[in-house]
């Protein structure tokens, strides 16, 4: 079947033309006159086709007067320009066909206005809503513009697995995987511990929290790669910036430091609002006028933004100066905490900041250790409103200090033998980074909640779908 998007029927002043479109109801109002007009979208765009249906349609009394919100149909029929405010165009309908009854009773969706809170309970539903349909289009963009912006460089897609056996950033946060009988594990009879060996994988495994220590391998071939992948994190934390599924990008990049690794994060991340801005008009409107006024201004003064850069050192001396304001006091050592962050970018900056050079105890076992000895090549990209965004380091390419680290963290040196060897044979630097694609989605959507920026949110206790 040949249809054609409501989007485009809205755009179109071919008057006369016939056209078919295909969707689902959102209103219907009859008129005295013998006529129905039926609100049509189907997903392309939030405004929708008004629908004439006359009473001369043979199923006008049997189908027409019984579409109600949710019912799914098709129409054929001229596109006429319309007299009523408010849209240049309607069709009137020369055919109707029912595709789907929607029960008005029993339709979650049938009333007006309903709370994110509540359309998180129908998440299977909630696209078809204005804002959500609003969120999958910005999203699309995104992913197709991270695509579009590594490949014009030069980097290959790569695709990092999700079972792993290693853990990246060391911080506990994983989710283990077994096919072992949770109610009867074999036990080691010397260490009483339970026996992985019996397990599917013959070793303890877990989903990946970052695809990082693969792509390197990749970066250390290839020159330059990028993953954009799902990955999994059983952190606690109940917040409105944390997904335990999520999806990531990142890039890694072979004879590259701690410059050139912000050169591309801070390249891309306006690569990224300029997409939005661009390609989003519509979308941008809407959640400007809904959900967060300013947010289309913001955006596009930082598709061109200068990203300030700044060494941890420098961030925590700033913070001191307002350390009253806090809740967590900064000092040097400390982990910056999300008021800290949103501080420097809103307060101190007034935009973007690049913070570099963190204290290693704070720090992922990779990274690559400064000469002071007591920071690492690190760097976080920092955003007004969300913080953190992009996480990202030179990576230690010096075997010995790799070894030394992964030893004084308490980690086995042997679990990690395959990513030594890349520091054992042919050596290069390299930096890479990530970046949260829902907290990206949600920044660009100003939706207060990273729960409405992924299809099926998995958080603790919530997984439904
Ligand atoms: O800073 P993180 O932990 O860095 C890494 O995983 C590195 N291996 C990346 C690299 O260098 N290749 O995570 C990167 C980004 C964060 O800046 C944040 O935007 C996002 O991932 N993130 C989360 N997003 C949603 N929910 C969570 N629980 C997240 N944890 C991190
Ligand atoms: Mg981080």
């Not at 590594?150 to 283990?176: K, V």
């Not at 072979?254 to 939005?276: H, I, P, S």
């Not at 979308?283 to 913001?298: A, Y």
């Not at 076992?365 to 996480?391: C, H, S, W």
């Amino acid at each position: 079947m040949k249809h054609t998007p409501i989007k485009a029927a809205l755009q179109c002043r071919d008057f006369g033309s016939t056209l078919t479109v295909a969707g689902w109801v959102r209103t219907r109002r009859d008129s005295k006159a013998g006529l129905s007009f039926v609100e049509l979208n189907d997903g392309s765009s939030t405004r929708n086709l008004q629908i004439v249906a006359p009473k001369e349609l043979p199923n006008y009394q049997s189908q027409v007067q019984k579409l109600y919100p949710g019912c799914a149909i098709t129409v054929t029929g001229s596109l006429v320009e319309s007299p009523a405010a408010g849209q240049a165009v309607e069709l009137h309908a020369r055919e109707v066909t029912l595709l789907g009854e929607c029960d008005p009773m029993k339709y979650p969706l049938s009333k007006g206005r309903i709370s994110f809170e509540r359309l998180r309970e129908v998440a299977h539903l909630r696209p078809r809503t204005n804002t959500f349909g609003c969120v999958a289009r910005v999203r699309n963009c995104l992913a197709m513009a991270t695509h579009r912006f590594f490949q014009e460089r030069g980097f290959y897609y790569f695709n990092a697995p999700i079972f792993t056996a290693s853990d990246c950033e060391g911080a506990g946060e994983m989710f283990q995987v077994t096919t072992l009988d949770l109610n009867n594990p074999p036990k080691n009879p010397e260490t009483g511990k339970v026996d992985f060996q019996q397990d599917f994988f013959g070793k303890a495994v877990n989903l990946t929290v970052s695809g990082q220590l693969e792509a390197e391998t990749h970066a250390c071939a290839l020159g330059s790669v990028y993953t954009f992948g799902p990955t999994f994190r059983a952190e606690k934390s109940n917040t409105t910036r944390h997904l335990s599924e999520f999806w990531m990008i990142e890039p890694e990049i072979a004879f590259a430091d701690l410059q050139d690794d912000a050169d591309v994060a801070e390249d891309y991340l306006r690569a990224l609002f300029t997409a939005v801005v661009q390609e989003c008009p519509e979308e941008l409107d809407f959640f400007d006028q809904r959900i967060e006024k300013g947010l289309k201004e913001r955006l596009v003064r930082l598709s061109t933004a200068k990203f300030a850069r700044i060494t941890y050192d420098e961030a925590i001396q700033l913070l001191e100066k307002n350390a009253d304001a806090f809740e967590f006091k900064p000092y040097w050592g400390a982990d910056l905490q999300s008021e800290h962050e949103r501080h420097l970018a809103e307060k101190v900056f007034n935009g973007p900041v690049t913070v570099m050079n963190y204290p290693k105890e704070i720090k992922a076992f990779y990274m690559r250790q400064n000469d002071d000895g007591k920071t690492v090549a690190a760097m976080d990209v920092l955003l007004p409103e969300v913080g953190e965004i992009i996480g990202g380091s030179q990576r230690e390419e010096r075997l010995d200090l790799l070894e030394a680290r992964i030893r004084e963290l308490g980690m086995e040196p042997e679990n990690y033998w395959w990513y030594l060897d890349l520091r054992r044979f042919g050596s290069v630097p390299h930096s890479g980074f990530g970046l949260g694609f829902e907290r990206m989605v949600r920044f660009c959507t100003g939706m207060a909640n990273i729960r409405d920026v992924i299809p099926f949110p998995r958080a603790p206790r919530e997984i439904e779908f």
